[in-house]
């Protein structure tokens, strides 16, 4: 089984940007679709978005055209690449490993231990 290590959050200013990254072990990587998900205090997780393992991507309404994601299965890591932060993107992101392409946490068949974002105003 898939084991995901997040790193790469931490606290910025409004516009501002981050790069998370999510280490992978196992050698099945590449066959994963990966991608992110996020919570902020009070509210459910939700998804950011996912990459399969050819490379296609599919991105949340609220993060396209700020967010993207990558993945160097070489490496065994999937990236996201968040520009234009905005204090409504202060959550706990986590990554998340699953057999199919995903919008939803149901079919996730490994998370990461979340790493905190924190946008300031």
């Known amino acids: 089984q898939v084991q995901l290590v997040e790193s790469g959050g931490g606290l910025v200013q409004a516009g501002g940007s981050l790069r998370l990254s999510c280490a992978a072990s196992?050698?099945?990587?590449?066959?994963?679709?990966m991608g992110w998900f996020r919570q902020a205090p009070g509210k459910e997780r939700e998804f950011v978005a996912n990459?399969?393992?050819?490379?296609?991507?599919l991105y949340a309404d609220s993060v396209q055209d700020r967010f993207s994601i990558s993945r160097d299965n070489a490496k065994n890591t999937v990236y996201l690449q968040m520009n234009s932060l905005k204090p409504e993107d202060t959550a706990v992101y986590y990554c998340a490993a699953a057999d199919y392409a995903f919008r939803t946490p149901t079919n996730i068949k490994q998370w990461g231990q979340g790493t905190q974002v924190t946008v300031s105003s």
């Open positions: 990459i399969r393992g050819g490379g296609s991507t």
């Open positions: 196992g050698r099945t990587f590449s066959s994963y679709a």
